[in-house]
């Protein structure tokens, strides 16, 4: 069904006529010019990502419903890396006229989802027209107490750094699926430039091989929010002292925190989690699996600090995984490799707005 038929405030309907709120800060949601939210007792976090086709998406190897899961993900994990809780989401869309109302219920099935998977409501946003593609803004706010938030410069020396999950997979995932999607447009350019109708009529079929590889491509394609590992860190009286969640990768993320809190920092890499599937493809793609692991990026994996004092309760978490410490500001922000030598830590993953 085209859009036009059923006009924007028809299409929002559609999306949104059987929600229901499940927090009790939500008043009233979507239905009027505002949302209604209280929070007598708590703080308000906010966070905010815009996201562009093209940029951020390529709907090419991503479907509507896995990408609205992942942008609603994004945006809950901005609130997890604040100690927070999130309870609610606004989500605007720009829309070109070759989407359906069925492929924006796709993309809200997955939104929902993800929503439901940590209780936050739905409450308003906004719809309009694109030329260029689709765009995608979410707003979620959370809440938490005063004493609970962890801001980015909170690290003090002798600090430990830890992550959870495992580094470099979503970045190998991407990777693999623009390596399958190069070989399928350079088999039709082929297929065109002999003119072999046959040809172009099977790759309508083409399969990417994917085959040992399903890891990557689930953390790439279906992100998830870490507030798996903040229950963990709270039920074993855990309070970071920085934290930060890893969208531009690890290096990048962790001099945001040394330049905020005024130190340096040392890591080891022996110590930085990587999964086998992402070694195995980094080989596959003669790339250096470190380099990957230290500025693949969208990863939403935790990078936070706690006080020394909290080693023992660190190493029994599971999923979580120290791989350094915070020192003097004078002493730098150092990789130690696997030989031990010393480099200098460099952001090079994802730079938003550079050339």
């Known amino acids: 069904m085209e859009i036009a038929k059923i006009g924007e405030f028809g299409l929002i309907d559609r999306l949104t006529k059987d ?73 605007s869309l720009a829309l070109s006229k070759r989407f359906s109302v069925e492929d924006m219920e796709a993309f809200y099935s997955g939104l929902r989802l993800a929503c439901d998977k940590w209780g936050v409501d739905v409450v308003g946003g906004d719809t309009t027209s694109s030329y260029t593609g689709l765009a995608i803004s979410i707003t979620c706010i959370g809440e938490a107490r005063k004493e609970d938030i962890v801001y980015r410069n909170g690290a003090k020396d002798t600090d430990l750094v830890c992550v959870s999950g495992d580094l470099g997979a979503a970045y190998m995932g991407l990777q693999l699926l623009e390596r399958e999607k190069s070989v399928y447009y350079s088999q039709v350019e082929e297929a065109k430039r ?69 130190v340096g920092c040392r890591i080891y890499e022996k110590n930085i989690p990587i999964d086998y599937q992402t070694a195995v493809m980094a080989e596959e793609l003669n790339m250096n699996v470190t380099t990957c692991a230290l500025n693949g990026g969208e990863d939403y994996e935790l990078l936070f600090t706690v006080p020394i004092g909290d080693h023992e309760k660190i190493e029994q978490i599971e999923g979580v995984k120290l791989i350094g410490h915070i020192t003097d500001v004078k002493f730098g922000k150092v990789l130690v490799t696997r030989d031990n030598q010393e480099f200098e830590l460099k952001a090079q993953g994802w730079t938003h707005l550079s050339e």
């Open 19 to 91: 929600l229901e709120n499940k927090n009790e800060s939500t008043k009233y949601g979507v239905g009027d010019d505002c949302a209604v939210l209280s929070y007598p007792d708590k703080e308000v976090l906010v966070t905010t990502d815009l996201l562009m086709e093209g940029v951020h998406f390529d709907l090419t190897y991503i479907d509507l419903k896995h990408l609205g899961y992942k942008a609603a993900m994004v945006n809950i994990s901005d609130v997890f890396a604040m100690n927070g809780t999130p309870r609610q989401i606004t989500v």
């Open 194 to 262: 002999k003119g072999d109708k046959r040809a172009l009529e099977e790759l309508k079929n083409f399969q990417p091989d994917f085959s040992g590889k399903e890891y990557l491509l689930q953390r790439q394609l279906q992100t998830e929010a870490r507030g798996d590992i903040i229950e963990k860190l709270r039920e074993a009286g855990i309070r970071p002292t920085a934290m930060m969640d890893i969208s531009d990768g690890l290096s990048s993320e962790l001099l945001h925190i040394c330049k905020q809190s005024g």
